[in-house]
């Protein structure tokens, strides 16, 4: 018998570190086909009218710009912006496992495939959200954050040095931060990568040498990735490490 409990712990832990690892993306069934049309009633009841309508902030949840917004993350920042958010005349107002639906319907409507188990609010943090060609690189034009040393180079022109991945913005609002993600961004590890950055202020130029934190937008040309800077902040007074 406590042969069998120790199997059943490890399969456990190794089941954790899958998940904890980013492994289940939405390619893999993460919700069911019961769901999503509960999910569809829901949206048509509380959603549709705002985005099926004239209202301007109400979006197409379907195709490449909806996806380009939010992919190559995990579900919880959009659970998270549809839970807060929507209904847009009265905000958090349905019940979690409302909002699951609503997001198994998205999912659904955006050809990624259902599967055997419900999706819950408590599984968002760890499913990827991808394409249905799986992962790719971030579009060109993507909003995005990243944390590196701001390093001076030839003709006052700046750099990202050791810097980690690019990790995508999905607030409306990007020219600031909050104390919480400073403290993110500050136990960050470096990485290997550079970014050359653009309009770079007198005031951010001022943190030269520091570890910043990098907000802007993505601009690819051919398989350079430039970042054009909407904010920058200093994260630690030194670049070690």
């Known amino acids: 018998m406590h042969k069998y409990l120790i199997v059943a712990v490890l399969l456990a ?16 069934g993460v919700y069911t086909a019961g769901q999503a049309q509960r999910g569809g009633a829901v949206y ?3 959603c549709a009218g705002c985005h099926e ?17 939010w992919r190559e993350e995990k579900l919880e920042p959009l659970f998270t912006f549809i839970k807060t958010r929507m209904p847009g005349n009265l905000p958090g107002s349905l019940e979690d496992r409302a909002y699951a639906d609503v997001m198994a319907y998205i999912l659904q409507i955006n050809s990624l495939p259902a599967g055997e188990k419900e999706l819950s609010s408590d599984m968002v943090d760890r499913i990827q959200l991808v394409g249905v060609g799986g992962p790719r690189p971030l579009a060109n034009l993507t909003i995005v954050r990243a944390v590196g040393c701001l390093s001076p180079e030839a003709k006052n022109t700046w750099s990202l040095t050791k810097a980690g991945g690019l990790a995508p913005v999905r607030a409306r609002i990007v020219d600031g931060t909050t104390p919480e993600e400073l403290k993110g961004s500050a136990a960050q590890p470096l990485g290997t990568q550079t ?11 001022s943190y030269a040498g520091h570890k910043v934190q990098v907000k802007g937008v993505l601009t690819r040309q051919n398989t350079l990735d430039r970042i054009n800077v909407m904010s920058l902040e200093s994260v630690a007074p030194t670049c070690g490490g």
Do not use: I
């Open 13 to 28: 832990a190794g089941l954790a570190r899958g998940f904890a690892q980013g492994s289940t993306t939405v390619l893999d």
């Open 44 to 46: 048509e009841t509380s």
């Open 53 to 69: 309508g004239l209202d301007a902030d109400g979006p197409q949840l379907t195709g490449t710009v909806f996806l380009d917004r």
């Open 195 to 205: 970014f050359p950055l653009l309009s770079v202020t007198q005031q951010g130029a």
